[in-house]
């Protein structure tokens, strides 16, 4: 007897014992057979499904620039699309509007890259804060190619709240 014999009868029995009809592996199929009080154990190789195909390799392209723009003017309206939806009858609470932002970054993001935009990673932030008179500079900082990489921005505010949205649509080689 093999040692791969051994083990296949080892975790037969551990399988009989758990009660549990899974594979060895995927090739493999166990079957347990019940006759009176004695039960048996039959391994099985299914050797018809051994198609191995290797992950799909690229060739590298070499383009240095994109073929189209980043449409920042759609863009643009998506975010004032999904702030103006959600906030329009919003009022500041800090707890809501922390969640809110998460919420509202994520949709965001997810109706962008509904849009498919070839080599473009997507960056979106969302800042909400209480409108109380007072001032804020957002800026944020990376490296950048300004042939490529650009953003677009929206700012939203009613009687009780502020927002902005930006986002960075970065070009991926």
Known sequence: MTDRDLAREKAAKLLKKQGSVSSLASSEVI?????GSMSTVSVTEDTGHHDFKPPVRFENTY???P??????????????D???GYLAEEKYEPELCRQMTKTLSEIIKARVKEMMIPRFKIICTVHIGESKNSGLWVGSRCLWDASC?????????????FAIGTVFGIYYE
């Open 63 to 65: 383009q240095m620039g």
């Open 82 to 84: 999904v702030i103006e």
């Open 67 to 80: 073929n189209k723009k980043f449409p920042s003017a759609k863009v643009k309206n998506v975010i004032r």
């Open 149 to 161: 990489d650009t953003y677009s921005t929206f700012e939203y505010r009613n009687k009780t709240l």
């Open 31 to 35: 079957k347990f057979h019940k006759v």
